[in-house]
């Protein structure tokens, strides 16, 4: 999800962090500036579709997928929104007002727009965030709490993904609670094995006033549903039977049931 340097954005300048400029970088090599409105990154722009996931499960939205990441979780479902030359190649660069245009081509207004990645964090959207208030819609941030942005405060749900072991990432906490202390910020960690069923405990036990999600790891390619509903069975009996994770929540993607694993659901 992102990366970006120190700049100004509607008269206020972002913070500089290290990561985010690093991440900055990343991004801004692949944006054109003309000198006109500044340009994102877009993969994807789908819906009207369920959200399959987390705290927003069921709710109707459409999404804006944005390319670049700055992870790489060995199980990443959505590589092409992260690669640079898949990205490079697929993306389409976008202003505000085309995001905005995209969306209402797409006809039924949800209530929602989800930004998702990639890492969308690593971009500067607080623009965006306010076209789309300003239009009606709620929006809806996922990202994995890497890059903290102050724009994410306007967002109406911010819904932060913590990699667990499995993913071959490590968790940068001095980060994360930077996120977990929005208070509209949820938790959702994926859940593939053991040690990552005690990640996600500590995590709940870090974050106690955060709502926190489960979910079953999903193997893309290999996972048909009744592998799904094995796992999502498996999830749950870990969290029911650990008294420390009564009040974790455990969904499957829903996403993925109906849909199956594929791209724009
Ligand atoms: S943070 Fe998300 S988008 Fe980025 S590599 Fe990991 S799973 Fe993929």
Not at 42 to 56: A, D, I, N, S, T
Not at 140 to 157: H, K, M, N, S, Y
Not at 179 to 187: E, G, K, R, V, W
Not at 239 to 260: F, I, K
């Amino acid at each position: 999800m992102a990366t970006r340097a120190t700049r100004a954005t509607s008269g206020k300048t972002t913070e500089a962090t290290s990561e985010a400029a690093a991440c900055g970088q990343l991004a801004d090599a692949h944006s054109p500036r003309t000198g006109a409105a500044r340009t994102f990154p877009v993969l994807e722009v789908f819906g009207p579709v369920l959200q399959g996931e987390g705290r927003m499960i069921g709710a109707q939205t459409h999404f804006v997928r944005f390319g670049y990441c700055d992870s790489r979780c060995a199980w990443c479902d959505t590589l092409y929104a992260v690669e640079p030359a898949q990205v490079q190649a697929e993306a389409e660069w976008l202003d505000v007002d085309a995001i905005v245009a995209r969306l209402a081509s797409l006809g039924a207004q949800t209530p929602w727009v989800t930004l998702s990645g990639g890492n969308p964090a690593i971009h500067d959207l607080g623009a965006l965030v306010e076209r789309l208030h300003a239009t009606g819609r709620k929006v809806a941030i996922e990202t994995q709490g890497t890059v903290f942005r102050p724009w994410l405060a306007q967002c109406d749900v911010v819904t932060v993904s913590p990699k667990p072991p499995s993913s071959g990432m490590v968790t940068d906490h001095a980060r994360l609670a930077r996120f977990t202390a929005l208070p509209q910020s949820n938790l959702k960690v994926v859940v593939f094995d053991d040690a990552d069923f005690a990640y996600a405990r500590d995590i709940h036990l870090r974050y106690p006033n955060r709502p926190c999600y489960l979910q079953p790891g999903n193997a893309v390619g290999q996972d048909d549903t009744a592998a799904l509903l094995a796992k999502l069975d498996w999830l749950a009996q870990r969290a029911m039977h650990d008294h420390a994770m009564a009040n974790a929540v455990v969904l499957p993607q829903l996403h993925t049931l109906m849909y199956g694993n594929r791209r724009g659901v």
